[in-house]
Every structure is written in C-alpha cells, then in structure tokens.
C-alpha cells in the first residue's frame, strides 16, 4: 500500500508497534510494505447490491479534455469500448472503464481528447459496482487521560491552545483510509454531512462509506484534530471540525489516481480549508511525463488539485519514507505496486504525486528533539517544512479505531502536524487564502540546521534538503506568545554537567494574586540519558515541587514535555526557578528553554 509510514515504501520487514494505555490490545503493525501483504482490513459488511456491469479484465483510465469537451469525450469513451464510471466536467476528467484492448491508444486519436491514461496495471475489482461499507467497530471505553505528549511540545501546540483551540467553522478534510467516527475522541470533531468514500473514483455518500479499511487515517485524524475532553489524546486543532474522505480501497487499501480526483474535487466542493494527504498515488511512486499513460495521472490529478485550490483549500502532504532525495530522482524499484514491481531508470522530471504537485505542501518528518527522521525523504527545493513524525522507539501516539489509541511513525504521521497548525492558521485568520497560509506555515517554522556529519543535507540553516523553511512552530503560527501577562519563557541555555544542580530562571510580574492551580510548565531540556535526571520547580518563596524523576534505566535522550502544576499556595509575581540535578556521570547537557503559563 502507498501509506506514508516507513514501511510502505523501506525495503525492511513491517515494524511492529504496540499500542500503549489501558485499552491496547494486541501490538499494532506498521503499514505492511508496498510490495508485500497489506495489513489485514477490518470485516465490511456484505455488499450492497450485486456487481452489476462489471466484467473480468476491466480497466481504469483518466481521459482528459477540455472542460468545454467533455460531453463529446464521454460519447467517444462509449464508441470506442467503453464506458463512464464518473466524470469531473468542471476539469474535464472522465473515469472511464473498459475491458477493451487498445482502448487507450483509440481515444488518443479522436479530436478534443488530450490525454488519455490507465490508472491501474491491474483489473477494476467487483466491489467498485457494488461497495461494501467499511466495519463500524465496537467502542471501547478508555480511562486515559490526557497528557502532553512530545509531539505536541516539540511544536508548541499545548501552549496554541492557550491562544485557540481551532474554530468549528474551519473543516479539514482526512484523505486516507477512512476515519471512525464513533471513536470518543473524534466523534465530538467529526463532520459526517461532508465525509464521503471516494474509493474507484466515485463519490459514495452512504452513512459509514467514509468509515477505516485499515488503521492509518484514524491515527492521522486524531493528530489533527483529537477532542480536547480530558480523555485520551489531543489533536494539534482540537476545535476544528474534520471530514473524512476515503480514497484508499478495501482489501488492497491503494489509493488511485481516480480515487485522489474525486478527493481533491470533493475537498473544493465541500469548502474544506486544509486537507491531509498522507499517501502517494498508486501504482506509481514516482509519474513520469514521458509515460503516456502517467502523464495522464499527473495531468488529472493536478487538475484537481489547483480546482481545490481555487476553491480555497491548501493540500498538505507527506514527502515520503524512502529515505530518498526526492531532488535527485535515479532510479524506482517499488513500481508498479497493484503487479509487479521492476527497477526503471527515471529523473526529476517524474513526481511523487500528490506532494510535488505546485501549491501542495510538502512535509518531512523529524524525530524526537527535531532531527532527521531516519527514513524521512528529502530534496533541496521540495521539502517546504518539517514537523514530528517519530523514530525508532519514539512513535506518535494518536487514535486508533474502536476506541483504542497506538502509536505509529512515518511522515503520514508528520504530515497532519502540518495539517492541525494550517488548521489554527485558518481559525486566526478566516480571510487568508491557501496561499496566505502556505506563506504562513513558512515564515512561522523554526530553522534547523543541516547536520555537519550529513553531506546529502544542502541548502542553508534558513531552508535546507532535510528541513525545508524549518519545523513547524503552532505557537507562532497563531501569535507570537499567549495572551499578555499569561506566559513567560527563558530561552538562555544553561550547561546540565555530570553530578551538578543548575537552575534557570523566569521573573513572572504583571499578575495578580496566586498562581492558578493548573499551572503549565513547559521544559525543553537537551541531554543523552535523562535517567540520570531530576526536574524541579522552585516558587518565589523557594517552595519546591518534583516535576519529574526519570527512572535511572531511562536511557531516552532529551525532555520535552509540559507539566501541570497546582501552586495555587503561591504569589504568582516573583522569580521561578526551573531546577535540574544530575544524578551521574557520562552524559551532559542543557536546559534549551522553558515556559510558564499562567
């Protein structure tokens, strides 16, 4: 499958990754790679009506014109073989079917048809006359509550919501492999009158069409916009509403070019602000314009995507987990995927489709403390910004359906960081269009550097390879600091050596009485092996309070993490102290930054 996580497109087997909290069940796997068994999709329900229509052999194709031509396309479709399965007259894209042989390279020839391109090397299934709905899974119950998670902080989402949690006019549109909506966490969120399944290429809008396949939109859409309601997780935009929109198929769980079409299309029609992209058009990873039939993709789904856009809604999208240069394309061994791979020879002029379309936002994935992810792709000049999307043992923590939450890594799960910050962008500023907030998302994300040991990374500190404009910040996306007189941040590093006790400082004046009972501690500490760490925090009036202990097998790097903290006992004017104490020898460090929010 062409998922954005790690596995779909790396050459090692699938990682396993286990679900945390009290409702995880058996460990969840990683997207299955796109050459190897899928994950197994959840039970559908019987079809609903008999696959009438269809015949074995079938094909899709994307035969493209002119908006002007396209009833006399749809009449040439039919003459030469076969027939419409849906048409986007706006844009002058017809599906078309056919089990004719020479079908494309007929209608090539007829006059007013531009391109004209199969989509698939592999036969249309049955189920596309005759859908079955996707599983509503059994809910369980949590007793998780909601924490701050290294994520969120990594990008200062815990202290935007401070400033807004998202608007509920704002819709942002999940493309992927459907969404539970009964989940507890996104049923408070979730916009059904404008979620569709968009599977083979055609809207079904019956109830529950938009439902999962598959486990991957339902993390991506709780990183986005999760509920803010004491359980479970928090999304980037826990105000927003979200959509979802079902273009992976079932079985396969593949996204074609018809079915991202119909999405794009939906997303324009729909008014959705943002939409998610965590995927790559299938069969191909990479579309080349020297392929009559891959042109034909590229032309049609980039039609889409500028109708989209036109109607006011900004395409975010995963880069990619090859660990590839996507400015420096040589070679392709993962294509087609729906048969049988073989290795081609290609060049930049092919495109990893949706996310180096124009105007589509082209996100990398860091891990946690902002690095490179290891198997995030990357290119000078495609990367626009960057944002969490785990490594190793430090995965994304995110909903999963029937109530249950896991973690996952990929840039599908960086990709909707992206998304939840656009989001808070649109809820700030209801006149921007999708390019205010292109713009927006460039000029708010923090710099980072190239690493020195990395020569693939160029570019400069400002906009590199690896990082593009920098890792997303929600804070500065949506102001540059909470409201005045709420939040205070030292940003002077302060050396953490081995078997000391350092400090570092924040005079709060401006406000009055006793700090609140919910005090927010944000801690932002650099340094290998943080079991070797205490962290404090010390009152005006040298009252201290353990924010944490870390257990001395804890051999994770770096603390980024916002504690809650009831000192309502104590004058909130004064100088706080964050106090760290290392416990050992070996490992250094510093205090990078820190926050009180008030």
């Known amino acids: 499958m062409a998922l954005a996580t790690p596995t779909a497109l790396a050459t090692a087997a699938p990682a396993t990754i286990t679900p945390t909290g009290p409702t995880a069940t058996a460990p969840v796997t990683a997207e299955a790679p796109t050459a190897g068994a899928p994950a197994a999709p959840q039970a559908a329900t019987a079809p609903q009506a008999a696959a009438a229509g269809w015949a074995a052999g079938t094909r899709a194709y994307l035969v493209i014109s002119a908006p002007a031509d396209v009833a006399a396309a749809k009449a040439a479709v039919a003459a030469k073989g076969g027939t419409v399965f849906a048409s986007y007259d ?7 079917h056919s089990t004719t042989a020479g079908f494309a390279a007929a209608l090539r020839g007829v006059t007013g048809i531009q391109q004209v391109g199969a989509t698939r090397t592999s036969d249309v299934p049955a189920d596309a006359y005759g859908p079955a709905l996707p599983a509503n899974p059994a809910q369980a119950a949590t007793t998780l509550t909601e924490s701050n998670r290294w994520d969120m902080t990594q990008i200062k989402a815990d202290q935007a919501w401070a400033v807004t949690t998202g608007s509920p006019t704002v819709k942002v549109g999940v493309l992927d492999t459907g969404v539970d909506d009964q989940h507890q966490d996104l049923a408070p969120n979730f916009d059904a009158a404008d979620s569709v399944s968009c599977a083979y290429g055609k809207a079904d809008t019956r109830t529950g069409a938009w439902r999962d396949v598959d486990t991957h939109g339902t993390h991506v859409a709780g990183t986005i916009a999760a509920a803010k309601n004491g359980k479970g997780v928090i999304g980037v935009a826990p105000g927003v509403k979200i959509a979802s929109v079902r273009i992976a198929e079932p079985t ?3 996204f074609y ?3 991202t079409v119909c999405g794009f299309v939906w997303a324009g029609d729909h008014g959705f602000k943002v939409t998610n992209n965590s995927y790559y058009t299938d069969p191909w990873q990479f579309n080349c314009p020297n392929d009559l039939d891959q042109a034909a993709i590229i032309e049609g789904v980039k039609r889409a995507q500028e109708y989209a856009e036109g109607k ?3 395409q975010v999208a995963a880069a990619g987990n090859a660990n590839y240069d996507l400015a420096d394309k040589t070679t392709d061994t993962e ?4 048969s049988t791979p073989v290795t081609r020879t290609i060049s930049n002029a092919c495109l990893d489709i949706p996310t180096e379309l124009p105007g589509v936002v082209t996100v990398a994935a860091t891990g946690s403390g902002s690095g490179k992810a290891s198997y995030s792709n990357f290119g000078r000049g495609v990367i626009d910004v960057a944002a969490p999307g785990g490594d190793g043992a430090t995965g994304v923590y995110s909903t999963l359906p029937g109530g249950k939450y896991g973690t996952k890594s990929g840039t599908s799960m960086a990709s909707p960081h992206v998304t939840g910050v656009a989001a808070l962008i649109a809820s700030t500023n209801p006149a921007f269009t999708p390019a205010d907030i292109r713009a927006k998302l460039a000029a708010q994300a923090n710099d980072l550097a190239c690493p020195a040991s990395d020569g693939r990374c160029t570019g400069t500190t400002a906009n590199n390879a690896f990082f593009g404009e920098g890792q997303v910040d ?7 600091t909470p409201p005045a007189g709420k939040y205070f941040e030292n940003l002077t590093d302060v050396a953490i050596t081995d078997n000391t006790t350092v400090e570092s400082p924040i005079t709060v004046t401006g406000v009055s009485g006793n700090a609140p009972a919910t005090l927010k501690v944000g801690v932002d500490i650099k340094h290998t092996y943080r079991g070797d760490l205490v962290v404090s925090l010390v009152a005006p009036d040298g009252t201290v309070r353990l924010l944490e202990d870390f257990p001395d097998s804890d051999s ?3 603390v980024a993490k916002t504690y809650t903290v009831n000192a309502s006992a104590n ?6 102290k964050l106090r760290v104490k290392d416990g050992a020898a070996g490992d250094t460090g510093i205090i990078d930054a820190w926050n009180l929010t008030f």
């Open 252 to 254: 396969s769980t593949l």
């Open 335 to 338: 294509s087609p995927n729906d």
């Open 257 to 259: 070019a018809e079915n």
């Open 312 to 314: 006011g809604s900004l």
């Open 474 to 480: 929600a804070l500065k996306a949506v102001g540059t």
């Open 556 to 558: 994770t790097d770096d």
């Open 571 to 576: 004058a909130a004017n004064g100088t706080w």
């Open 90 to 96: 706006a844009i002058g894209v017809i599906v078309a």
